[in-house]
């Protein structure tokens, strides 16, 4: 079995089929199981995160970041996060959690199953060949997968229903690439890397710092200056009042708000009373200018995206086995299998504005026991009608 990931959610994969003989997680940079949650003070040379040829830095942590959930619903039900480990805050740090998971990763002797530094490059079916002995209940007519990778991983090979190409990095020698098949392939790669742009007439000449928070990390960074910051959900309500500590003033502008009585608040806030809530930008100009589309005009050093990001599954664009449009993946039955070959490739953490850790838990449960014939799935056409029937809120990535 096979999962790629880059966050934290390879841990209760790893955690459910740990007992199996063939299983490998892929964990694309770095020595350490925290994903997402590893802090990294470096930020990319591209300030948007767009550029192709960018050194890519995959966690979007900022120094200051606390947790909008208390610590409590945010453990898996068989290791509990109220222990403490560094800070004792319900909504505690970054840090906090990125101790919780490696604890957790030691506490089940998981670390062995990860092959770090290694990066999933491509992945593609193959058909299956029919083998002797195997039964219907083998699902021998599941694709196979066609892998090219690059490091010291393993080879463990099951009904050899998958191959995965994955290099480490692009500048690893391709020599010394490999193939591998996997009965299963398992995509937990996160999807708080690659920075979702609005489009803001005059960007392209606003003299001053244009970037996304991805590369966002400490408040000092911007003392003095007058900040733009562009979108109002947790992050873009986090920043701006971090950042407003040691800014002359900060613009925090948003086409919706948390409350709606925002949209019309014209006096300042935060504690230093240098906050101020707007509407969309119009138009940026090359003097430093910003006119917003309630008439007001400001003057502004830096101008911060807080605009979300994308879903990106650049390895497996070759398969062409589903879409991706405004972040919403499609068919996938339970936002988790692909219909047509389910259930060797899968999913987990996809749906947000959910309790990640313990969503991340049943998914993993679910899959395993899929793999692992424990559970039938539905039939393809099966699935794919229940894709088909789901109400608009349903076929979101919203839960709840």
């Not at 708080?192 to 991805?214: C, E, I, K, T, W």
């Not at 240098?274 to 090359?286: D, F, G, T, W």
């Amino acid at each position: 079995k096979r999962s790629h990931q880059n966050r934290s959610t390879w841990q209760w994969w790893a955690r459910e089929l740990r007992d199996l003989p063939q299983r490998e997680s892929y964990e694309r940079k770095g020595e350490s199981v925290g994903g997402v949650w590893v802090y990294d003070e470096t930020v990319e040379d591209d300030p948007l995160g767009i550029a192709e040829n960018r050194q890519q830095v995959h966690s979007s942590m900022y120094q200051n970041l606390r947790t909008n959930l208390p610590r409590e619903v945010m453990g898996y039900s068989d290791f509990w996060f109220g222990q403490i480990f560094e800070d004792e805050r319900r909504f505690c740090t970054h840090r906090e959690v990125r101790l919780y998971l490696e604890a957790f990763a030691d506490h089940f002797q998981l670390r062995s199953l990860v092959q770090v530094n290694t990066q999933v490059q491509r992945v593609v079916p193959v058909p299956a060949p029919q083998s002797a002995g195997t039964t219907a209940h083998d699902r021998a007519e599941w694709p196979r997968w066609q892998e090219n990778w690059h490091f010291g991983a393993f080879r463990m090979l099951g009904q050899l229903q998958f191959s995965l190409l994955v290099t480490v990095n692009s500048s690893m020698d391709p020599a010394n690439s490999e193939e591998l098949l996997f009965d299963g392939v398992v995509v937990c790669n996160g999807h708080y890397s690659q920075p979702r742009l609005p489009q803001v007439p005059g960007a392209d000449v606003f003299p001053g710092l244009v970037m996304h928070s991805h590369n966002y990390r400490k408040p000092e960074d911007f003392a003095g200056q007058r900040v733009l910051v562009i979108g109002a959900s947790a992050s873009g309500e986090d920043v701006a009042r971090e950042i407003a500590e040691r800014a002359d003033v900060v613009h925090l502008a948003a086409r919706s708000w948390q409350n709606p009585a925002w949209a019309d608040a014209t006096e300042p806030i935060g504690p230093r009373l240098n906050v101020y809530r707007r509407p969309m930008p119009a138009q940026l100009h090359a003097d430093g200018r910003v006119d917003f589309t309630n008439g007001v005009e400001a003057d502004v050093d830096t101008v911060i995206y807080c605009t979300g990001y994308e879903y990106k599954f650049k390895f497996l664009e070759d398969a062409k086995l589903f879409a991706v449009e405004d972040n919403y993946i499609s068919p996938l039955y339970e936002h988790i299998f692909v219909p047509q070959v389910a259930p060797t490739l899968s999913f987990i953490g996809l749906p947000w504005k959910v309790v990640p850790f313990p969503q991340f838990e049943l998914q993993a449960k679910y899959i395993a026991r899929a793999l692992s014939g424990r559970l039938e799935l539905p039939s393809a056409k099966e699935m794919q009608a229940a894709i088909s029937e789901a109400t608009p809120s349903c076929a979101s990535l919203f839960l709840g």
